[in-house]
């Protein structure tokens, strides 16, 4: 632009100047002519040109106009009518128009806070830029994380559809999946220890990738960083490195692979839960045939293994997690399967093996290994929440004899009709409190105090509180029936409290751990015992 403004104060510039410019800038002629026009005005304009000419009244976004951005959520206009309404009642300057207000905002502010201000900080750290790590050897470092599936399954557990939850760990270096667990319902530290178990095992069915990691990075879990988890990594020596909330960037291999699993698989299965369908409502076909528990857990095992042996992510460079994992010379460490079971089991502490079995949480366990074996110190060993085995190891030596079940353990149609009465109680109690809680209330135009409709007779009231007046036993009690005895004459009681008392020669109470205080004595002591038994007592 200056060597322009520089041929036309020479008065050698030409159309075909200008239009050189214009098609080397992708502008129209005319801009190429304003912009020259504004250069001759004003120099500095030709060193950025296009740009808005500087003045020190330029409106620009304040602290304060923050504040009403982020009150109203990036409003701009919501914001307009409050700074209006503010120079109404004298509290600043009139604003500038709805136009001029865009330009400042995007002027500046940056993409990241605009959206920040109108969305907060998830729609914020979409526009934040994330660095990559450098590609590691294998085991270097793993990920783990939960995930619950958008597709409604039938797990046959109570009649109802289900979305599984699957846990599992992927090595950051080759993006392998070495680790997956499935769970119907919410996942525990037990699903965790089933998914570490089939990441660390290198046999069939879990193999070739597998070993004991140096690192594997959560998200703050409490799963992950419950007792019994992080028992086990300590025995595998394992660096457990918590990452801070809200920050999925920093485990960015395992939630890519929670989104790549939505769309490559898990979009195309029946109950897919975010299936866009016709009509205004999102409901699912009544004639859609969900997948069993069995049939999805075994698709979504099959799809584990075409991701690490033919699937090609980008990140290797056209090679697939496996081949990445056999290209890399680094040596594995393993665990033995059985000591590998024992790592992953929580520790409930000695127990002393009876003729009755082991007592645990109340209940027997028994094995057929105990024949003779009573009397011995035992250490107790379990999988969270299957309470229905637990596995028994020499208290002294360490040596495991073997497990142990559950005594009269009930049947599966027993423990069916249990778990549908305790549902139908839950049922009726919800419907009971939903009854007491509902309360309806008129409408109104114009400003008063809310009024509770439901209209109720002096009668009917009178009825309700009797009837509930006789389901309160505090109530039917009769305190006054038989009276107190009378206290010991040296003790003050209140005439109030006498009058209550049956008359009667006072019998001397005795005090000690019982909670009754002894009487008392001179300056408000307690007055020593004159007896030899009363000094027994005391």
């Known amino acids: ?245 809200y920050t999925p960037h920093l485990k960015g291999t395992v939630e890519g692979l929670n989104r790549a699993v939505e769309a490559m698989f898990l979009a195309a299965l029946p109950g897919y839960a975010r299936q866009p369908r016709p009509g205004r409502r999102c409901s699912r076909p009544k004639d859609e045939v969900l997948l069993t528990f069995e049939d999805f857990t075994a698709r979504l095992l099959a799809w584990t293994l075409w991701w690490n042996t033919e699937h090609r992510p980008a990140p290797l460079g056209g090679r697939t997690p496996l081949q990445a994992w056999q290209d890399d010379p680094t040596p594995l460490r393993d665990v033995p399967a059985a000591d590998l079971w024992t790592f992953t089991l929580e520790d409930a502490g000695t127990r002393t093996l009876t003729t009755r079995g082991i007592r645990f949480r109340k209940r027997d366990y028994v094995g057929p290994w105990m024949t003779g074996q009573a009397g011995i110190q035992v250490r107790v060993r379990f999988m969270p929440h299957h309470d229905h085995r637990i596995e028994v190891y020499h208290a002294a030596t360490g040596r495991y004899l073997g497990p142990a079940d559950l005594a009269d353990q009930a049947t599966e149609e027993q423990v069916s009709a249990v778990r549908r009465a305790r549902a139908a109680r839950s049922r009726r109690l919800k419907k009971d409190l939903e009854a007491a809680q509902r309360e309806r209330y008129a409408a109104v135009n114009q400003p008063e105090a809310p009024r509770r409709l439901g209209a109720l007779t002096g009668a009917q009231a009178d009825a309700e509180l009797t009837q509930r007046a006789d389901l309160d036993l505090a109530q039917l009690a009769m305190p006054d029936l038989i009276p107190h005895a009378a206290p010991p004459a040296d003790w003050r009681t209140p005439a109030s409290l006498a009058a209550l008392t049956t008359p009667g020669p006072p019998v001397r109470s005795p005090y000690g751990r019982d909670g009754a205080c002894a009487p008392d004595g001179p300056g408000g002591r307690a007055a020593p015992p004159t007896t030899d038994e009363d000094a027994d007592a005391s």
């Not at 304040?62 to 409050?82: I, Q």
């Open 1 to 245: 632009m200056r060597r322009l403004l520089a041929l036309r104060q020479e008065q050698k510039l030409t159309t075909r100047h200008v239009r050189l410019m214009a098609h080397s800038l992708e502008v129209t002629e005319r801009t190429v002519w304003r912009w020259l026009a504004a250069a001759e005005r004003d120099e500095s304009a030709a060193a950025e040109p296009g740009a808005r000419a500087q003045s020190k009244d330029r409106f620009s976004v304040t602290p304060e106009v923050r504040r009403l951005l982020a009150l109203w959520k990036g409003n701009v206009a919501a914001v307009h009518r409050e700074l209006i309404a503010r120079a109404a009642r004298g509290e600043g300057d009139p604003p500038p128009s709805i136009p001029t207000l865009h330009r400042a905002m995007r002027r500046d502010l940056t993409p990241g806070e605009r959206a920040g201000l109108a969305g907060g900080e998830r729609a914020a750290r979409k526009h934040d830029v994330f660095l990559a790590r450098p590609r590691s050897w294998r085991n270097q470092v793993w990920e783990t994380d939960h995930m619950q599936v958008p597709v409604l399954v039938d797990v046959d557990v109570d009649g109802k559809a289900r979305r599984p939850w699957i846990t599992w760990f992927t090595d950051c270096a080759t993006n392998a999946i070495t680790g997956v667990a499935v769970t119907p319902g919410d996942p525990s530290r037990e699903s965790v220890l089933a998914a570490l178990r089939s990441a660390v095992l290198r046999e069939d069915p879990y193999g070739p990738f597998g070993g004991v990691p140096e690192k594997v990075r959560v998200d703050r879990g409490k799963d992950f960083l419950s007792r019994t988890v992080t028992a086990a990594f300590d025995l595998l020596d394992v660096t457990v490195e918590d990452l801070p909330a």
